[in-house]
């Protein structure tokens, strides 16, 4: 069993930027790949960003490309999301999951293990 908790959602301004992190109960962190998705309301959860259980392979949604940055810590259990440059359409609960395959599958069902979430707000 994995428990994930995420933190650092709160409001930003547009072109602003926001980490946000996801820490993992258990020993066994460093083998599952981790990934991040998002939901809007009215709007199904999405896939943003994931992270290969190894660290060196990442993937991420065409939309966020080049603003954000998907990582992990593996000593502290530990996968961030760095999101600069945000645009209102940012605005979603971000929720972090973690996948026992190890590979960053950008499918919801590829994730066993869901965090509560953490809302993102951008203003314009």
């Known amino acids: 069993q994995v428990q994930l908790v995420e933190s650092g959602g709160g409001l930003v301004q547009a072109g602003g930027s926001r980490r946000l992190s996801c820490t993992a109960s258990?020993?066994?962190?460093?083998?599952?790949?981790m990934g991040w998705f998002r939901q809007a309301p009215g709007k199904e959860r999405e896939f943003v960003a994931a992270?290969?259980?190894?660290?060196?392979?990442?993937n991420y949604q065409d939309s966020v490309k080049g603003r954000f940055t998907i990582s992990r810590d593996n000593t502290k259990n530990t996968v961030y999301l760095q999101m600069n440059s945000l645009k209102p359409e940012d605005t979603a609960i971000y929720f972090c999951?973690?996948?026992?395959?190890?590979?960053?599958?950008?499918?919801?069902?590829?994730?066993?293990?869901w965090g509560q979430g953490t809302q993102v707000t951008v203003s314009s």
């Open positions: 999951a973690a996948d026992p395959r190890g590979l960053g599958s950008t499918e919801r069902n590829a994730y066993n293990y």
């Open positions: 258990g020993r066994t962190f460093s083998r599952y790949a």
């Open positions: 992270i290969w259980s190894s660290g060196t392979n990442t």
